[in-house]
């Protein structure tokens, strides 16, 4: 089955379109690539999913449940979880209490429950603590849990965002160029997290432009150009479309 | 239908002081999202320091001070021009150090800037009024305002002049935005700053600039209402300017003409509320119409740039 | 595991934050008994009331990060409400004698602190689509509509005359004199100031937090953004709601001009001072600045320059933004916040922002 089912997708701004007839799906445990020149919608399409934007038309469906026009933090709760383009960690937080805040969905405490500091929210904090420890083993953070966002090397901001979003215990995780700005070797460890991550369950979604990694790791690759979705296939059928290559080098070809 | 006509006018008049000051607080929302709350405060001094430039002496700090003595129309330019100047140094000061913090810090050094103010001019002017003499102009011999009658209303010759000049500085200030140069490179920096500043727009020197036509502009206002209601004092400025600036989103928040349109609606708004529902209520009207406003139509009339922009 | 080494344990575990709260706490309650003037205990019950209104107003402005410059509003709020009750409506209206409803104080603390929640949740909610800065003109606009219905619904409020209330009682024992009402304040403001740490070190406080960090992110990890909003506003408005019930029956008095706009800047003051967003800074904003206002309210300089007051409050807010944005008691987290964003918002987040806050 399915896990996402995207048909007829579309979102415009005012007159401009950035996403137009789009349809989409990704199944069990795949890594998806989706790639594209700058402009091409991707993000946009990313955020339509998970909750920022209403789509203009077109159904998404989520396990089976439509997610269209749904509050980000509602898709979240139903298990779609992301990371962002230009990092958004909170920044004035430990890496530790990131994590947990990735959890917030998955916890019951409430006020009073927290003021009176019951059995149980007590042994949900301590549940929640430890996963979070756990996670930040995972992605490769342990031994930084009390350190604050900002002052984490750059390529440890990436990994703490994943580690943050899976505490969300998504089943289908988006991750938005994870690689931008990282070395070789760093974009080599990211790989080998990310193959790690599906392999215990999870399905991915991710933008990317460096090419080698989206080629090396994707089971299945999406092309949109002008919102519109150009091609999709394997890697090594996607590489040789011309119609890519054209979106890709534009008008370069033709002159 | 007299009495209308009469609150009508009034509203109109008390209308055009809002729009002025709230040209200050929509140009300057509309470049670095800031509320200036000190606008109401510039407001304030825009009235004092015309009542300086009017008078032969006053006391400043306790101490007699001489002053010129001059006409109100030479008054109030020298007015805009000191606070104008105010203007610009309270950006330096209190905005421009935070102009990449979050927003919540520019907030709080605004307030504080709004109670410094006010406080400071207490401390000069003394904390009770202090009259305005009158501008002489419109007054006939017999110490009563001139006025002209149309169909039994009686419209006063500062009635006329208080819309007359608020009219033409709006017409001058919209045609410096979209037109000149300057006024270019205002309405690129209020869509995009980094960009603009990456096209070669000087963006500090922009919000000098809007800071100096919005402190300008509410000194104007200062000045107007001083000739009006004959006072000025300390507090004045707060509420006129909180005013203003529901005035501003009601127009839509960064744009000009929206700035004119609220002043004046709310103008009417105020006065024909005071006479018709109750007086005591006067200074609820406003916030009622904000909380109205916030929840229906945030755009405000003439839609604010910002959610053009989105 | 014996007992003794049990508590031993428990002492270690408090370490030297622990050890000051206690030693705060005891110094703070036994401080009565050594001081015997008046005018003291006065000044420290009126220090104690602004500790919990700050404190309460911090997590609003320090924790959620949004400006709220109408707080005293809620503490009119909950004055007016006991004012109302026990004198316009059960003395005058139905002949009740106030001393044999002495219990109804108590209630009034918990319920004129739930009726701010409402208000301030009302007032928070046509705000919540749009930027965090309107919440600042609204609770400034709902702060001055209070007090103009305060000053002119004589009917109710008895305007300007203002409303005498009295004294808090328990059966016959009165909280009269000076060291048992700061008896009673200092007990309610440990209470509030516990409440607010154990709600801030939850999950709710967390989310609190990250809305103030990014609100985008807080929405994409589940947080129901809106909703948390809300509940800072209402919690916030809560304690400004039970203090203005003590204050009232305090100073057995209420008046329109005990709710002025200047008692809101200045709470913002108070937490500003001593840093936003930690549980400590506001108490110490509070105790520092109170103290000093009320020490020198006796001085003839001030007494004749009552702006003077409003010039340091103003200069400290905008020198404490320009300068020192964490405070005088900035912790880690709060030092670092004012740091510039690095992340460019881009025309596409504004927009998100614009788009989620729509629904």
């Known amino acids: 089955m399915a896990v996402l089912d995207v048909t007829g997708l579309s979102k415009s701004f005012g007159g401009l379109t950035a996403v137009n007839d789009v349809d989409f799906h990704v199944d069990e445990q795949e890594i998806v690539g989706l790639i594209g020149p700058n402009g091409a919608g991707k993000t946009t399409f990313f955020n339509v999913i998970t909750g920022v934007y209403e789509p203009s038309e077109g159904k998404i469906e989520f396990l089976g449940t439509s997610i269209a026009g749904r509050l980000p933090s509602q898709v979240t709760k139903l298990g779609i979880a992301r990371t962002f383009q230009n990092i958004r960690l909170f920044n004035d937080m430990t890496a530790l209490e990131n994590v947990m805040v990735g959890q917030h969905c998955r916890m019951k405490t409430n006020v009073f429950s927290a003021i009176l500091r019951t059995p149980r929210a007590l042994r949900e904090e301590e549940q929640v603590r430890d996963k979070a420890l756990a996670l930040l083993d995972y992605v490769g953070l342990k031994g930084h849990p009390g350190e604050l966002a900002m002052n984490l090397p750059y390529g440890s901001q990436r990994r703490l965002e994943i580690a943050r979003a899976m505490a969300t215990d998504p089943q289908l995780l988006f991750l938005d160029e994870p690689a931008a700005g990282m070395n070789p070797q760093e974009t080599e460890d990211l790989m080998r997290l990310i193959r790690r991550i599906r392999d215990e369950g999870m399905t991915i979604i991710l933008i990317e432009h460096d090419m080698r990694l989206v080629m090396g790791i994707s089971d299945r690759i999406v092309v949109l150009d002008h919102g519109e979705k150009i091609a999709e296939g394997s890697p090594d059928v996607v590489r040789q479309d011309p119609k890519v290559i054209e979106a890709y080098l534009g008008h370069a070809v033709e002159a | ?310 | 595991m014996s007992i003794a080494s049990r508590i031993d344990q428990r002492v270690r575990g408090l370490g030297w934050y622990g050890a000051f709260v206690i030693a705060a706490v005891a110094v703070a309650m036994v401080l009565p008994l050594v001081i015997d003037s008046a005018r003291w205990l006065t000044l420290l019950t009126i220090v104690l009331i602004y500790v919990v209104l700050a404190s309460g107003l911090n997590i609003v402005v320090g924790f959620t990060g949004l400006l709220d410059l109408g707080y005293v509003a809620f503490y009119a709020v909950g004055g007016y409400y006991t004012a109302i009750l026990f004198i316009q409506v059960l003395e005058t209206r139905f002949g009740v004698a106030v001393s044999e409803v002495w219990w109804l104080f108590w209630v009034n603390l918990l319920v004129g602190g739930i009726l701010a929640s409402i208000a301030g949740a009302i007032i928070g909610y046509p705000t919540l689509r749009l930027r965090g800065d309107y919440l600042a003109i609204m609770t400034l606009a709902f702060g001055e509509i209070i007090r103009i219905v305060a000053n002119n619904w004589d009917a109710v409020t008895r305007g300007p005359s203002g409303i005498s209330v009295p004294d808090p009682a328990v059966a016959g024992f009165v909280f009269g004199d000076a060291r048992r009402l700061y008896w009673l304040i200092l007990g309610l403001a440990i209470l509030s100031v516990f409440l607010i740490s154990r709600v801030i070190r939850s999950r709710i406080g967390r989310a609190w937090t990250a809305i103030r960090e990014d609100e985008i992110a807080a929405e994409a990890m589940g947080i129901h953004t809106s909703r948390y909003k809300l509940l800072s506003y209402a919690v916030g408005a809560f304690f400004a709601g039970v203090m203005g019930v003590f204050f009232a029956h305090y100073l057995n008095f209420v008046h329109p001009s005990n709710f002025k706009l200047m008692e809101s800047i200045l709470m913002v003051s108070l937490v500003v001072l001593g840093g936003m967003g930690n549980l400590i800074g506001p108490i110490a904003g509070a105790v520092l600045w109170i103290s000093l206002q009320e020490y020198l309210r006796d001085f003839e300089f001030i007494q004749a320059h009552p702006e003077v007051r409003g010039i340091a409050m103003g200069a400290v807010l905008v020198a404490m933004m320009v300068l020192r944005p964490q405070g005088l008691l900035g912790s880690r987290r709060v030092a670092l916040e004012m740091r510039p964003r690095t992340v460019h918002q881009s025309e596409q987040e504004r927009q998100a922002v614009a788009d989620v806050r729509s629904r």
């Open chain 2, 1 to 310: 239908m007299d009495y209308l006509i009469q609150q009508l006018l009034n509203g109109l008049m008390l209308g055009s002081l809002y729009a002025l000051i709230a040209v200050g607080y929509t140009m300057v929302y509309g470049i670095i999202e800031l509320i200036n709350f000190a606008f109401g405060e510039l407001f304030m001094f825009g009235a004092f320091i015309s009542i300086a430039m009017m008078v032969d002496s006053m006391a400043i700090f306790g101490q007699q001070v001489n002053f010129p003595g001059l006409h109100f129309l030479l008054a109030v330019p020298i007015a805009m021009a000191v606070v104008a100047g105010m203007g610009v140094a309270i950006d330096r000061i209190a905005y421009r150090p935070l102009r990449n913090a979050p927003r919540l810090a520019a907030l709080i050094s605004a307030i504080g800037m709004s109670i410094l103010l006010q406080n400071v001019a207490q401390a000069m002017f003394g904390s009770s009024q202090v009259f305005f003499p009158d501008i002489g102009m419109f007054t006939s011999d017999n110490g009563l305002p001139k006025y002209i009658t149309v169909s039994n209303a009686q419209i006063t010759y500062l009635q006329i002049f208080v819309v007359a000049v608020t009219v033409a500085a709006m017409l001058i200030l919209n045609f410096f935005v979209q037109r000149t140069r300057i006024g270019r490179a205002m309405r690129a920096a209020a869509q995009d700053k980094s960009t603009s500043a990456l096209m070669g727009v000087n963006v500090n020197r922009v919000i000098a600039i809007t800071f100096i036509i919005g402190s300008a502009m509410g000194a104007l206002a200062g000045g107007m209402y001083g000739a009006i209601y004959h006072f000025a004092k300390p507090d004045m400025g707060f509420i006129p300017g909180l005013k203003a600036f529901i005035a501003a989103v009601l127009g839509g928040i960064g744009n000009i003409p929206g700035a004119f349109l609220g002043g004046i609606t709310l103008g009417v708004i105020e006065s024909l509320g005071s006479a018709y529902i109750s007086s005591e209520y006067r200074d609820a009207f406003a916030f009622v119409i904000l909380i109205l406003l916030l929840i229906f139509k945030p755009s405000g009339l003439l839609g604010s740039h910002i959610s053009e922009k989105a």
